[in-house]
């Protein structure tokens, strides 16, 4: 079964500081991999996709198949960065559903 | 810009009442989902939807739930006999033939008391 692991419930850096958010996951098959933010009071919106190799926001994520990893990275955090962070698991190009981490609460100290 | 779009926003029912949420998808998309998260934890897969039918479901997804597309519009999750631990937030979301993003709606808060 696809499980994916966030280790941290909450992470918090100052304002400048480098992140990093951590993602496993389980998966024996080739997954889609995502990551989700939502911000206070507002809706779970995509900020990352490994297919797209963006970055967003001064976000990127490197999926690892190797480490079965998929950590969000930013070098340089800000105050409105401050959000709970999703990392989510779609199988394959026929899977359905979306299988979420339990989430990482960033706060950004100014 | 497209939304999902979920009424009401809070729902307050008494246990052993039936509830319907109410899910507006963005109008292209094909794929419906309803998600839960139960305060303080993760966000769950309940069940999915295409072409008029469950295309996969969850075990939580037991025959206490029920999915319908009423309309060509609307998307409806039906909770029979709510129970206190059906609390929760319930996360409507779409996503587009051909695309891996799911958009979700701002949820609607259940509470069975």
């Known amino acids: 079964a696809q499980r994916v692991t966030q280790p941290e419930k909450l992470l918090s850096v100052f304002k400048g500081a480098p992140v990093e958010l951590k993602c496993n996951y389980s998966?024996?098959?080739?997954?889609?991999l995502f990551w989700y933010v939502q911000y206070s009071r507002q809706r779970l919106q995509l900020l990352l996709r490994?297919?797209s190799r963006e970055s967003i926001k001064g976000f990127t994520a490197d999926l690892n198949k190797g480490e079965t990893s998929f950590h969000l990275k930013k070098p340089f955090a800000q105050e409105e960065d401050s959000a709970m962070y999703y990392c989510?698991?779609?199988?394959?190009?026929?899977?359905?559903?979306?299988?979420f981490g339990p989430g990482t609460r960033l706060s950004v100290l100014p | 810009e497209p939304e999902v779009t979920q009424t009401p926003s809070h729902q307050v029912t008494q246990m052993g009442q039936e509830v319907i949420l109410r899910c507006v998808p963005i109008?292209?998309?094909?794929?419906f989902y309803w998600y839960r998260q139960i305060l303080g934890q993760k966000v769950e897969f309940l069940v999915s939807?295409?072409?008029?039918?469950?295309?996969?479901k969850s075990e939580i997804f037991d025959d206490q739930f029920s999915v319908e597309r009423p309309d060509g519009s609307n998307f409806t999750l039906k909770i029979r006999s709510t129970k206190l631990e059906d609390s929760a937030m319930y996360f409507c979301?779409?996503?587009?033939?051909?695309?891996?993003?799911?958009?979700f709606g701002q949820g609607t808060r259940l509470t069975v008391v």
């Open positions: 979301a779409s996503r587009l033939t051909g695309q891996s993003e799911a958009f």
């Open positions: 998966y024996s098959g080739s997954p889609e």
């Open positions: 490994h297919i």
């Open positions: 989510a698991l779609r199988r394959d190009n026929y899977g359905q559903n979306f299988v």
């Open positions: 109008s292209n998309h094909l794929y």
């Open positions: 939807f295409y072409n008029n039918e469950i295309s996969e």
